[in-house]
């Protein structure tokens, strides 16, 4: 089921540089998110978006820009990477409110910053 | 602000022990979700709680949402080594799900 996708799968990028992580999906799902993967930390909220146009800081926004002009496309942009940026980037989306809200989570991003 | 937390934070089991992990939360939680992710993959659904003191089973998965909805448990009966993986919890506060930490599960032939 490739419902929700991501590009790149794997990325090495060096410090500074700007990197854009793209994420689609095919469901029309109201809600989107991104969250970042490390050891000890487990899934932590970068940014979400409620729908087209609307996005809002998560727990761990610094550094990171996302936009949502397109209900199915959700990038997440590192203006400037940094070491600690490396990680594994999850994007995920849900249909929105109701009573069975699953999270549906792409492949995830692999990106590593040297 | 909101916070998950879940422990054991990991877990080696010989197969056919039984596994628990624990997830609570610091606030009142409107529903609880599980999800698993296998080594190298990404979180898959498992189940979703929303009652006060709800248990749901799911072959040897048992999972339970506390009276409070501040805690939940899932466990796992009779481990297998399709077991292994990371668990999360993932906690509804008054918007989004607050995931926690998650519990990786090592489960030994």
């Known amino acids: 089921d490739a419902g929700i996708t991501q590009s790149p799968r794997y990325k090495i990028t060096e410090t500074g540089r700007q990197v854009t992580l793209m994420c689609h999906q095919t469901w029309s799902h109201s809600y989107m998110f991104w969250y970042r993967q490390d050891l000890g930390h487990g899934l932590r909220l970068i940014y979400y978006s409620a729908a087209a146009d609307i996005t809002d800081k998560g727990e761990v926004p610094d550094g990171y820009v996302v936009s949502r002009s397109k209900t199915e496309n959700f990038p997440l942009t590192l203006e400037s990477a940094t070491r600690s940026q490396t990680s594994v980037y999850f994007c995920a989306s849900r249909p929105g409110t109701g009573s069975l809200d699953t999270i549906y989570f792409g492949e995830g991003s692999w990106l590593t910053v040297v | 602000g909101q916070q998950v937390m879940q422990i054991p934070q990991y877990q080696h089991v010989q197969e056919g022990e039984d596994f628990t992990t624990y997830c609570n939360s610091s606030?009142?939680?409107?529903?609880i979700q599980w999800y698993k992710q296998r080594p190298g993959g990404h979180p898959v659904f498992l189940i979703q709680l929303v009652k006060s003191g709800e248990v749901k089973k799911q072959k040897r998965l048992t999972f339970q949402f506390g009276e409070a909805k501040k805690n939940s448990s899932l466990h796992i009966t009779a481990t297998q080594t399709t077991d292994v993986g990371t668990y999360f919890c993932?906690?509804?506060?008054?918007?989004?799900?607050?995931f926690g930490t998650g519990t990786s599960l090592t489960v030994i032939p």
């Open positions: 606030t009142t939680l409107s529903n």
């Open positions: 993932a906690g509804r506060g008054s918007n989004q799900f607050y």
